[in-house]
């Protein structure tokens, strides 16, 4: 279910995975929309992943699957991180020999090497916001969600299966969802304002208010997801 989050008390998180291994469906199809996200197995994306706390917002990543790779929907940490099960699976592609050799038969959290969050279902993006789509906007030059989303640790870092997304990025995806995946007339949170000083930024944006009445696109909630 949607809910109106406090920038203050949230941080933001892209989590990938292929949906043909773990989809957004499957997440919500979960008992009660809830499930752990396991098998990180990269330094980095772990030391990110131990970030979270309950509360924070992750962007569910569709990786691995052609032209629609991209952003399928949102989910919410209810769950600290927590020592990953799966390394200690043997039946599982993620279990870890020299993890489960080290700390049989038990593990403190803290002393995990590998771990793990359970992740809540929010939303399915439908369309999803696409790879090829925050591309574009990106080397657009006048684009100013593109601008918004230039920094991102998607463009940086693009094998990295867990990344950190700032606020300004975070509320540039909401904005894409909520324009069905595409920049289009409307109000934007990220228009640098025009050179003259205040009056001329004021004509800008009452401009762009009556285009987003002209198509009568709903107004988006940087922060609802």
């Not at 030391?47 to 569910?60: E, N, Q, R, S, Y």
């Not at 867990?162 to 069905?180: H, I, N, P, T």
């Amino acid at each position: 279910m949607a809910s109106n989050l406090k920038a203050a008390k949230s941080s933001y998180f892209l989590l990938k995975t292929e949906p043909f291994e773990f989809s957004i469906s499957d997440l919500k199809n979960s008992p009660a929309g809830i499930s752990e996200w396991t098998g990180i197995r990269n330094a980095q994306a772990k030391t990110i992943l131990c970030k979270a706390v309950p509360g924070d917002v992750c962007f569910i990543y569709h990786s691995s699957c052609g032209k629609d790779v991209g952003i399928a929907g949102t989910a919410r940490v209810v769950r600290e991180p927590y020592s990953d099960p799966t390394s200690f699976d043997v039946k599982s592609k993620y279990f870890d020999a020299r993890e489960a050799a080290k700390f049989r038969p038990v593990i403190a959290d803290a002393d995990a090497k590998w771990k793990c969050v359970d992740v809540e279902y929010i939303d399915t993006w439908d369309p999803p916001v696409l790879l090829s789509s925050l591309k574009a906007l990106v080397a657009a030059p006048d684009s100013c969600l593109g601008a918004a989303l230039k920094n991102m640790q998607l463009f940086r870092f693009s094998r990295l299966s867990v990344q950190e997304v700032r606020l300004e990025e975070a509320q540039a995806l909401f904005q894409l969802r909520d324009r069905g995946g595409v920049e289009s007339a409307g109000p934007c949170l990220h228009r640098t304002p025009p050179p003259g000083g205040a009056k001329r930024a004021q004509t800008a944006s009452s401009n762009s208010s009556s285009l987003g009445k002209t198509t009568k696109r709903r107004k988006s909630s940087p922060l609802k997801v």
